[in-house]
């Protein structure tokens, strides 16, 4: 049952952001590439992040794990920053935003969907991994889009000063909270972050919303 749980979560893992971005496309018509280019990028920002990461002192594992999220935040929010700025000029549609994120989804899903195979057969996994994986593809994707909606927002009005820096922030803290805090603190505070992640990448989603758009749909 562990197997079969296993090779579920990395089927989910693996092809889930396949079935969004197809489904997104025929929902709202938004173009594919911004996906493919996101899920491209990220093989050398996520390769340099880990080789800088490797040489991070252990000894201290808070400063271990700030050092960690401050690194990673700045790599992944910095690169969709860049990306959607100077890169995917062409591609200034809400939408598009949305897309890149599931590209950027795809290649985390791709990491956590090998480690899943790798599990087939060890006794190494729970029957539960379906369910957290399941939760994690969920949360994932949606934080995923509302941070890139969040960016876009800020190069679209000319307030990434200010949406840039706490994106990064936010996602420093998702990430080395893991290993600063107690399991059930850290589990409150994260679903606090993220609650309010999804309400500001909401309202920068409406806030985007233009004429165009308005009378298509009158």
């Known amino acids: 049952m562990k197997d079969i749980c296993c090779l579920a979560a990395a089927l989910i893992d693996l092809f889930s952001p396949t079935v969004l971005v197809i489904l997104w496309y025929k929902k709202t018509g938004a173009r594919f590439f911004p996906a493919i280019a996101a899920f491209l990028v990220c093989f050398p920002v996520f390769f340099v992040g880990n080789a800088i ?54 290649y985390e899903g791709l990491g956590s969907g090998i480690s899943c195979i790798g599990l087939i057969g060890t006794d190494k996994a729970s029957t539960d991994i379906l369910f957290f994986h399941i939760w994690g593809v969920v949360t994932g994707a949606i934080s995923c889009a509302a941070v890139a909606v969040i960016i876009f927002y800020g190069i679209q009005k000319g307030k990434s000063i200010v949406t840039l820096p706490a994106v990064i922030l936010a996602h420093a803290f998702m990430n080395s909270s893991h290993g600063i805090f107690i399991d059930s603190f850290g589990t409150i505070l994260r679903a606090v972050l993220m609650a309010g992640i999804y309400f500001v990448g909401y309202r920068c989603w409406k806030s985007l919303r233009s004429p165009f758009e308005e009378m298509s749909e009158t």
């Open 53 to 106: 990461r490797s040489g991070f002192d252990h000894s201290n594992f808070i400063a271990f794990y700030i050092q960690q999220g401050l690194l990673f935040g700045v790599f992944e929010e910095g690169t969709k920053y860049l990306m959607m700025r100077y890169f995917l000029t062409s591609y200034d549609n809400r939408k598009d935003a949305v897309t890149y994120s599931i590209g950027h989804a795809a």
